[in-house]
């Protein structure tokens, strides 16, 4: 297995939940690793990214100032912190390991199995 997440749940509006994508370590040290979401009926799409080469951080507009990505590197871990969760946040998660255009899923190579997330009112 080269990704695998963890860290899913179910937590009630304005909680938070930490998310794990553990990486192969080939992988974790060459590779931009993302995370999507799907929720149900709906398209894939971006949450948010960090490069390998500059490390720099990238988020879609609904999740910046709530979530925030950071990385273990010994562990070959990345880590998805959200906060003040919202209803619209339910879906499953995907950590992802790719080399091309960060914010399109297409251009990723690697995928985890998923974790849910769902947010209640």
């Known amino acids: 297995v080269q990704l695998r997440e963890s860290g899913g749940g179910s937590v009630q509006a304005g909680g938070s939940l930490r998310l794990s994508c553990a990486v192969s370590?080939?992988?974790?040290?060459?590779?931009?690793l993302g995370w999507f979401r799907q929720a149900p009926g709906k398209e894939r799409e971006f949450v948010a990214a960090?490069?390998?080469?500059?490390?720099?951080?990238y988020a879609t507009d609904s999740v910046k100032g709530r979530f925030t990505l950071s990385r273990d590197n010994a562990k070959n871990t990345v880590y998805l912190q959200m906060n003040s969760l919202k209803p619209e946040d339910t879906g499953v998660y995907y950590c992802?390991?790719?080399?091309?255009?960060w914010g399109n899923g297409r251009t990723y190579d690697y995928w985890g199995q998923g974790t849910q997330v769902t947010v209640f009112l």
């Open positions: 960090l490069t390998w080469s500059a490390g720099s951080r």
């Open positions: 992802a390991a790719g080399k091309g255009y």
């Open positions: 370590g080939d992988i974790y040290r060459s590779y931009d």
